[in-house]
């Protein structure tokens, strides 16, 4: 059996039992309120998430068809990750003035748009697509979430259970990828390859992601209500608010830092995971035709990291538990640097490569709702969706640069692992600075005293007075 079909079984059956076993232990909302809202936003946000996840696999395979020189192939991409960092930031931002709803409705828009400039085998407008495509991931990682946490909020729902929503939000994208996967294949299949004596289009699975997009947007028009960061204040005053909570608490300045690292090696990882798998596999002393030794089945791959994902969703639910995300995500941090330092030190050994990529897939499950956990308790409402774009700059920028540079896979993965190395001492120091913010049970103490002894001064202060009062009154009549 194949060693990846084998593993992806294997995980499929692990992730059943971690499943039953969460909604075993985890805490039950039983608020009916709470579980439609939760409903209407996984409905939507979802959604979104398919649109985005059915052109993946099919844009690459587009521009070659095409006619795209690899070099042009490998601009266009860059111009997606530079419109994120750029265009993205000042767009998504928008929606602490102008509405988390409207900027969300917005992000369908642009893709629904980017999707079209797929029909036209033009450089040019190809490029205009991947500008589009790159300002609405940034809306799709900053507005939804904030939404959310505003109006999760503002319905005061207990705040404990925002955490299960990002978890279940989490899981439900791993199985919104799988799925995508396959019907994007399935339409490129049936309808996208359209032969016109030069080359094979794949435009099938951008012209349902149009369909998925144009759902989304009339779900969220008629099922979500409008909320705001500071409405009236200026843009530019959003930015420099932002700015200034970034620079004047450390605890937000530091979560930042822990994203932007752990998601520009997640971004390099995702590029990279393939040439690194395919380098172990193409050793010399592995004969490329030899049948056991069958090239990487990509399908079962991706299928195998969106399992381990979800695992990885579900065991957050587990962790918060026994502890804050603060805690464990030093750990997950930890280990997940030491799961991309397997290229570096066993490049010829692809069964270990391969388990040390799962393992980080599953760390990756963790991060997403944990961060998203920490974002909501520390990050401000006024500039919330602004701070979360300013977090994804520098994340933008470090893949940029990887895209620019032609760097050895080595010099590569050695990036990944320093640059998770800085975001677990940050992440060491936001949980100490965590726990001083908490009040311990010895200062709790010491605060009810000195309420106790303010109370009881005032009231012998009280009774002190009215025996003076009664005195007086008696010395009048006398």
């Known amino acids: 059996m194949d060693m990846f079909l084998f593993a992806l079984a294997l995980l499929i059956f692990i992730c059943c039992i971690l499943y039953l076993y969460t909604r075993q232990v985890q805490h039950q909302i039983k608020d009916p309120h709470h579980r439609i809202f939760q409903q209407v936003f996984l409905f939507v946000?979802?959604?979104?998430?398919?649109?985005?996840?059915?052109?993946?696999?099919?844009?690459?395979?587009?521009?070659?068809?095409?006619?795209?020189?690899?070099?042009?192939?490998?601009?266009?991409?860059?111009?997606?990750?530079?419109?994120?960092?750029?265009?993205?930031?000042?767009?998504a931002s928008l929606a602490d003035k102008y509405g988390r709803r409207n900027i969300c409705l917005l992000y369908g828009i642009l893709y629904g748009i980017s999707c079209i400039t797929k029909h036209f085998p033009n450089f040019q407008i190809l490029f205009v697509g991947r500008l589009l495509a790159g300002m609405a991931t940034s809306i799709l990682f900053s507005a939804f979430e904030s939404w959310l946490v505003s109006e999760h909020r503002h319905r005061n729902f207990e705040s404990d259970t925002l955490g299960i929503i990002f978890a279940n939000a989490y899981f439900g994208n791993s199985i919104v990828a799988i799925l995508s996967g396959i019907i994007a294949q399935l339409a490129a299949n049936t309808f996208g390859y359209v032969s016109n004596n030069r080359c094979l289009l794949f435009r099938?699975?951008?012209?349902?992601?149009?369909?998925?997009?144009?759902?989304?947007?009339?779900l969220l028009a008629t099922t979500w209500s409008e909320n705001y960061g500071d409405a009236n204040a200026p843009v530019s005053q959003s930015f420099l608010s932002a700015w200034k909570s970034i620079k004047s608490d450390r605890k937000i300045f530091l979560l930042g830092i822990v994203q932007a690292l752990f998601e520009a090696s997640m971004y390099v990882f995702i590029l990279e995971w393939t040439p690194a798998l395919t380098q172990a596999l193409n050793k010399e002393s592995i004969d490329k035709t030899d049948s056991k030794n069958p090239p990487i089945s990509h399908g079962y791959v991706f299928a195998s990291y969106m399992v381990a994902m979800m695992m990885g969703s579900n065991s957050f639910k587990v962790f918060c538990n026994y502890t804050t995300p603060e805690s464990f995500m030093r750990y997950i941090i930890i280990v997940s640097a030491f799961c991309l330092s397997v290229p570096v030190f066993l490049p010829g050994n692809q069964v270990i490569m391969f388990i040390s990529f799962l393992i980080f897939e599953f760390c990756i499950g963790i991060f997403w709702p944990a961060m998203a956990t920490m974002r909501s308790k520390y990050i401000s409402e006024e500039a919330r969706a602004t701070v979360m774009n300013y977090f994804r700059i520098p994340l933008n920028f470090i893949v940029v640069v990887i895209l620019l540079k032609d760097f050895h896979l080595k010099i590569i993965f050695m990036s990944c692992v320093f640059f998770l190395s800085l975001a677990a001492a940050a992440m060491f120091l936001l949980h100490k600075l965590a726990l001083h913010s908490i009040p311990t049970s010895s200062t709790i103490n010491k605060l009810l005293s000195e309420q106790e002894e303010k109370m009881l001064q005032a009231m012998t202060?009280?009774?002190?007075?009215?025996i003076n009062n009664n005195e007086q009154n008696g010395n009048s009549m006398a």
């Open 45 to 91: 946000y979802l959604l979104a998430l398919a649109g985005d996840w059915l052109q993946g696999p099919h844009v690459y395979a587009l521009y070659e068809s095409y006619g795209i020189q690899k070099h042009e192939i490998e601009i266009l991409f860059i111009a997606g990750f530079g419109s994120s960092m750029l265009f993205g930031t000042l767009v």
């Open 204 to 218: 099938a699975p951008f012209d349902t992601a149009i369909f998925v997009f144009i759902a989304m947007c009339f």
């Open 461 to 466: 202060s009280s009774i002190d007075e009215n």
